[in-house]
């Protein structure tokens, strides 16, 4: 293989000042997830505006359930970059070569598994969350269609597992952006033109996944290096499938349980009246696109960690995990703030409804100023996996943010019954989460 020097002219993550190359890094990633999110939020905004209320209501009661699938290969795509970086840091092409093309098998399978599972599952999973009956149907159909993309997403976060893992993070947004429009016109097209409703949507969403993992493929076939991905070589290497799948299993299963507290959540939300599910829906928007922005220096923290962990400079592993975990919280803190501020225009973009606005601006008032607090506990599970620990920071997030929120729900929430003692279950289990996140971060950095 070639060195390092001759190899790629990507970004150097191991050499020079951290705070400014981890904002290059991000910046770009920030972008791509932003318009991932606007796959899903153009959805909601072009059936809120011109499909109705309940088809707003039913494109939002699939919200859990898309991040459940979305997060396991987010999951998987972790693994992937954790993995990758590790032995780019410690300049071993090799092991890099055969964990792309290791990786790219797991990571379609993956895809194909949820594709099943969704078109097995998706109504009685709506019907388990109590889904309004005037929803239910609209929700079916729009799930059903929208995972018939899985496989193709399960390939673009493979693809942005591996440049992340480089260095790369300019071509996954300029892929990301070119699908992204082709979204939003097909969006337009399907539900003002063909007047297909939430089916219109969901078919825009999945061409336009499909176009993004194309490209990001089709980049990596044509490369020349180490992570370059050839057809011949494509092929399942025991080691380097152990290593993903030590990493990238439990970040699945994390995300997995973590979404099923939430559909516990959305269950709870259903209890209410439609205007509330719709007015939640609405607000939830919020939620992805905050977390996705912030989300993008979680990468950062991962891949610079293990990085710099196989280029044995345990001084940058430190510094790295206090540079994003401070963007990270001061990102979720000016985005809550200005949502506050934009509350009303926010919620105009998806809904008309003054009754469903309202109930949106309940959940806005809550979440707002909290956001920030979730920095703590995702940039210590990023931090974890970068110096190659999944499996106990996957523990702490399933006792602080999936079982503490069942015992709230069943006891907190049972007994108010109002939207604000649900919606305070996120900052609290959070903190609790975070507090055992960052203790066993530092633990097993002094180990290193």
Not at 141 to 158: D, H, Q, V
Not at 403 to 431: D, G
């Amino acid at each position: 293989m070639k060195s390092r020097a001759t190899q790629t002219k990507e970004l150097d993550m191991v050499n020079g000042p951290l705070a400014r190359k981890i904002l290059i890094y991000s910046i770009p990633l920030m972008f791509s997830n932003l318009l991932q999110v606007f796959f899903n939020m153009t959805d909601v905004a072009v059936v809120g505006k011109f499909a109705g209320a309940r088809a707003l209501g039913s494109v939002g009661s699939t919200t859990i359930i898309i991040t459940l699938t979305t997060g396991i290969l987010l999951g998987m795509g972790g693994g992937v970059n954790a993995v990758t970086a590790l032995h780019m840091g410690a300049e071993d092409y090799q092991r890099v070569h055969k964990t792309v093309h290791t990786s790219v098998i797991l990571c379609f399978i993956a895809g194909l598994l949820l594709l099943v599972a969704g078109m097995a599952f998706s109504k009685p999973l709506l019907e388990v969350m109590n889904t309004k009956p005037e929803l239910i149907d609209g929700a079916t159909a729009y799930l059903m269609i929208y995972l018939c993309g899985s496989p193709a997403l399960a390939l673009y976060n493979f693809g942005n597992g591996v440049l992340s893992a480089v260095g790369d993070t300019k071509r996954p947004l300029i892929y990301l952006s070119i699908s992204g429009i082709i979204n939003i016109v097909l969006n337009l097209f399907f539900v003002i033109v063909c007047r297909l409703g939430v089916i219109g949507v969901a078919i825009a969403s999945i061409i336009a996944q499909y176009i993004s993992a194309a490209l990001i493929i089709r980049f990596l076939m044509k490369t020349y290096g180490s992570y370059g991905l050839r057809m011949k070589d494509i092929a399942i290497d025991r080691d380097a499938a152990a290593a993903v799948l030590r990493i990238g299993v439990p970040a699945a299963i994390q995300y997995s349980l973590f979404a099923i507290a939430n559909i516990c959540i959305q269950t709870s939300i259903n209890s209410f009246s439609h205007v509330v599910v719709e007015g939640n829906s609405a607000a939830t928007n919020a939620d992805s696109l905050i977390y996705d922005m912030m989300a993008a220096f979680y990468t950062a923290c991962t891949s610079f960690i293990a990085q710099n962990l196989g280029a044995r400079k345990k001084e940058r592993v430190l510094r790295t995990f206090f540079i994003t975990l401070a963007y990270s919280f001061l990102m979720g803190l000016v985005l809550g703030v200005a949502l506050f501020i934009f509350q009303r225009p926010f919620l105009l973009l998806f809904t008309s409804d003054d009754a469903v606005i309202h109930y949106g601006q309940i959940r806005i008032g809550v979440m707002a100023f909290v956001y920030c607090v979730s920095a703590f506990m995702d940039n210590a599970t990023a931090a974890a996996r970068g110096i190659g620990k999944s499996v106990a920071p996957t523990i702490i997030v399933v006792m602080g943010s999936v079982v503490f929120r069942i015992i709230w729900l069943l006891t907190v929430f049972a007994y108010f019954k109002t939207l604000q003692s649900l919606y305070l279950i996120y900052v609290i289990s959070w903190t609790l989460t975070a507090i055992a996140g960052n203790i066993y971060f530092a633990y097993h950095y002094r180990r290193i």
